[in-house]
């Protein structure tokens, strides 16, 4: 099998923009997890778009739109990134996608430390705004994060805008100040979060968020853009 070469694998893993690296500290360590938790390396790490297989024990990364493949070593705490997407579906014939925090090495290995993002409906998507915004999605209601605004779409309902701003952030949680027509906090708590996607297969989502509109909860998933 053909091991995808450094200068390739380096143009599949986008670099975090000012934004993204600014917001990425807000993804390091979950609650319980020490404080040298290897996910604080996500604030300076990149994110990796593509299909992950399994084959025996060994975890296959292929990038969106290439047809390399590179050996996966999971370096998040007790390998749980590894742990969460098997018990999502990942299985032998049963690829999955994935978004995942990492480097590449020249020896034809992706170091994977965090989880954005992952979905059983294992096709690349559209590529994503590199923004380092948020988005989040709840039963029948979505929340985009981009350039300084938010915009709440709810089914058979006009779309809802207004700026936002950070209150707080640290390690594992984030306080956004929604105002305008929202006029609405916004908290994002780092845990693991199931929901499904318009294809009716589950996807996992490192975030959950939990929106209040005029004394209305909005309870979903959150993950960055």
């Not at 923004?131 to 006009?158: H, I, V, Y």
Request: aromatic share 6%; charged share 20%.
């Amino acid at each position: 099998m053909p091991f995808l070469r450094h200068t390739l694998l380096s143009l599949c893993l986008a670099a975090a923009t000012s934004g993204l690296a600014a917001a990425d500290n807000t993804a390091a360590a979950a609650p319980t997890a020490p404080a040298a938790d290897s996910r604080a390396a996500t604030a300076a790490g990149k994110v990796a778009r593509g299909l992950i297989l399994q084959s025996q024990e060994r975890l296959i990364f292929t990038p969106c739109r290439d047809r390399n493949y590179v050996n996966i070593e999971d370096l998040s705490p007790n390998a749980e990134v590894t742990t969460q997407l098997k018990a999502l579906g990942l299985a032998e014939g049963t690829p999955i996608y994935a978004e995942v925090f990492g480097e590449a090495e020249g020896n034809g290995i992706l170091r994977m430390r965090a989880l954005n993002f992952a979905s059983l409906d294992a096709r690349c998507y559209a590529p994503r705004r590199s923004t380092g915004e948020w988005r989040a999605a709840g039963k029948d209601w979505s929340l985009t994060l981009f350039e300084n605004q938010g915009t709440l779409q709810q089914s058979n309902q006009p779309d809802v805008s207004g700026e936002y701003a950070v209150n707080a952030q640290d390690d594992n949680s984030v306080n956004i100040a929604l105002g305008g027509q929202l006029n609405a906090p916004l908290r994002l708590k780092r845990q693991n979060c199931r929901s499904t996607g318009d294809s009716g297969k589950p996807r996992l989502q490192a975030w959950h968020a939990e929106l209040t509109v005029k004394g209305k909860k909005y309870e979903g998933c959150a993950w960055r853009q």
